[in-house]
């Protein structure tokens, strides 16, 4: 059904404005005189952009796209009107106009027309598993459950805006190395490709053996200068096969399996993803969730396929009457200092908050142990850089020295 955005003036006389799903503008049209508002201009939200966005499936893909700090705005605005009394549906009302994102626009404006329609506000979320994932909408279960939905909006919108706050922070530390890395490798391939050739072709008319590190620069050089094509195809194929690799099953166990084994990278991995899994596992509990049915949904969250399957098979041993931490100790996929703080929760009867503080725990030790990395990976590649630059500078000066010493 299309989506219609209007500007109106209400028997008041007050401006007003919002969007509205409609078979057509007049039905709109009607649909506002009935309710006492008067429009003044209706447009069909998809009209323009639309046309532009579609274009292309690329684009369509891109401009389509809700981003999760979307979601979380919305869900902290949310929780604000709702917890000063506004009703769902005049809350939801008063958002939409303020989306920036039209594709969440028209969303938002399903979810309402759902919950006017009579389903419930989870079961509105459902129908778009792709924007709200499960742990949202079983929350808000929850709270429509328990009547704290405000609540547990104020709590989604924490847990969403910690985990972002984390991944940016990480982006912000990698963003450096990367650039320079990039950078380094692209004037190091100038270098040999262009400028060493040039440099290097006074060798030829000697009649005298060259260095090795002359003639070892000299067929660098040369390669690169008539292969290149050949390292772009293979960077090229290596990022192909990866994405198809990611693709499968089978693929991804193996990825992932691999991750959690390179030193150092793989302890970061697995304490990001219990630090994801205690979380979340903590939220739903809160909120009164089952332990089985907030494990399922945790065990989804977690980012690493070897995690998730031990989570699952965790889930079943506790099924069965078995406590967490003795049903997660059977695994070597889980840090076990998350196990021994999850086994002190449950004997004292405060899983929830011993779950937050294994969060806080591994999330601050991941982006220690990054800012240590990041600290040591900055020299590491100015260093780098500096062996071949000398590497480069020694094979041109040598022979240019024993030149001098012949002619002396």
């Given at each position: 059904?299309?989506?219609?955005?209007?500007?109106?003036?209400?028997?008041?006389?007050?401006?007003?404005?919002?969007?509205?799903?409609?078979?057509?503008?007049?039905?709109?049209?009607?649909?506002?005189?009935?309710?006492?508002?008067?429009?003044?201009?209706?447009?069909?939200?998809?009209?323009?952009?639309?046309?532009?966005?579609?274009?292309?499936?690329?684009?369509?893909?891109?401009?389509?796209?809700?981003?999760?700090?979307?979601?979380?705005?919305?869900?902290?605005?949310?929780?604000?009107?709702?917890?000063?009394?506004?009703?769902?549906?005049?809350?939801?009302?008063?958002?939409?106009?303020?989306?920036?994102?039209?594709?969440?626009?028209?969303?938002?404006?399903?979810?309402?027309?759902?919950?006017?329609?009579?389903?419930?506000?989870?079961?509105?979320?459902?129908?778009?598993?792709?924007?709200?994932?499960?742990?949202?909408?079983?929350?808000?279960?929850?709270?429509?459950?328990?009547?704290?939905?405000?609540?547990?909006?104020?709590?989604?919108?924490?847990?969403?805006?910690?985990?972002?706050?984390?991944?940016?922070?990480?982006?912000?530390?990698?963003?450096?190395?990367?650039?320079?890395?990039?950078?380094?490798?692209?004037?190091?391939?100038?270098?040999?490709?262009?400028?060493?050739?040039?440099?290097?072709?006074?060798?030829?008319?000697?009649?005298?053996?060259?260095?090795?590190?002359?003639?070892?620069?000299?067929?660098?050089?040369?390669?690169?200068?008539?292969?290149?094509?050949?390292?772009?195809?293979?960077?090229?194929?290596?990022?192909?096969?990866?994405?198809?690799?990611?693709?499968?099953?089978?693929?991804?166990?193996?990825?992932d399996k691999t991750v959690l084994y390179l030193p150092g990278i793989g302890a970061l991995v697995k304490k990001m993803a219990v630090a994801r899994f205690a979380r979340t596992l903590a939220s739903l509990l809160e909120n009164g969730v089952s332990m089985l049915s907030a494990l399922e949904i945790a065990k989804n969250i977690t980012g690493n396929v070897l995690i998730s399957d031990a989570i699952e098979d965790a889930a079943k041993e506790v099924g069965k009457g078995q406590s967490l931490g003795a049903s997660l100790a059977a695994?070597?996929?889980?840090?076990?200092?998350?196990?021994?703080?999850?086994?002190?929760?449950?004997?004292?009867?405060?899983?929830?908050?011993?779950?937050?503080?294994?969060?806080?725990?591994?999330?601050?030790?991941?982006?220690?142990?990054?800012?240590?990395?990041?600290?040591?990976?900055?020299?590491?590649?100015?260093?780098?850089?500096?062996?071949?630059?000398?590497?480069?500078?020694?094979?041109?000066?040598?022979?240019?020295?024993?030149?001098?010493?012949?002619?002396?």
């Amino acid at each position: 059904m299309p989506v219609y955005e209007y500007k109106a003036i209400d028997i008041k006389g007050k401006d007003a404005s919002g969007v509205i799903n409609s078979e057509s503008a007049l039905s709109v049209r009607q649909k506002l005189r009935n309710s006492d508002i008067f429009p003044v201009s209706i447009k069909e939200v998809d009209d323009i952009t639309q046309k532009k966005e579609t274009r292309t499936y690329f684009n369509l893909h891109r401009f389509n796209r809700v981003k999760p700090s979307e979601v979380s705005m919305m869900t902290r605005q949310l929780a604000t009107l709702i917890s000063a009394g506004f009703p769902l549906v005049t809350a939801l009302d008063a958002l939409i106009p303020q989306t920036h994102s039209t594709a969440f626009k028209k969303i938002l404006s399903h979810v309402k027309d759902s919950i006017v329609e009579g389903n419930s506000f989870s079961v509105a979320l459902s129908l778009y598993p792709a924007i709200f994932p499960p742990i949202h909408i079983n929350m808000v279960q929850a709270g429509e459950t328990s009547g704290t939905l405000d609540i547990v909006l104020e709590r989604l919108a924490d847990i969403t805006e910690k985990q972002q706050a984390l991944n940016n922070r990480i982006k912000s530390l990698l963003a450096y190395p990367v650039l320079m890395t990039f950078i380094g490798a692209l004037v190091l391939f100038v270098l040999l490709t262009f400028i060493v050739p040039t440099i290097t072709s006074i060798f030829s008319d000697m009649n005298q053996v060259l260095p090795t590190t002359t003639l070892l620069l000299i067929a660098i050089s040369d390669l690169l200068k008539s292969y290149w094509y050949v390292i772009i195809i293979l960077i090229a194929a290596i990022i192909l096969t990866y994405h198809n690799i990611k693709k499968t099953k089978k693929g991804i166990y193996l990825i992932d399996k691999t991750v959690l084994y390179l030193p150092g990278i793989g302890a970061l991995v697995k304490k990001m993803a219990v630090a994801r899994f205690a979380r979340t596992l903590a939220s739903l509990l809160e909120n009164g969730v089952s332990m089985l049915s907030a494990l399922e949904i945790a065990k989804n969250i977690t980012g690493n396929v070897l995690i998730s399957d031990a989570i699952e098979d965790a889930a079943k041993e506790v099924g069965k009457g078995q406590s967490l931490g003795a049903s997660l100790a059977a695994f070597k996929a889980i840090p076990y200092l998350s196990i021994q703080m999850i086994q002190v929760g449950e004997q004292s009867g405060k899983l929830e908050t011993m779950l937050n503080k294994i969060a806080d725990l591994f999330e601050n030790e991941v982006e220690t142990t990054m800012i240590s990395m990041t600290s040591l990976l900055e020299p590491a590649i100015i260093l780098f850089m500096g062996v071949i630059i000398g590497f480069i500078v020694l094979s041109i000066c040598l022979p240019i020295f024993e030149m001098n010493q012949f002619i002396m």
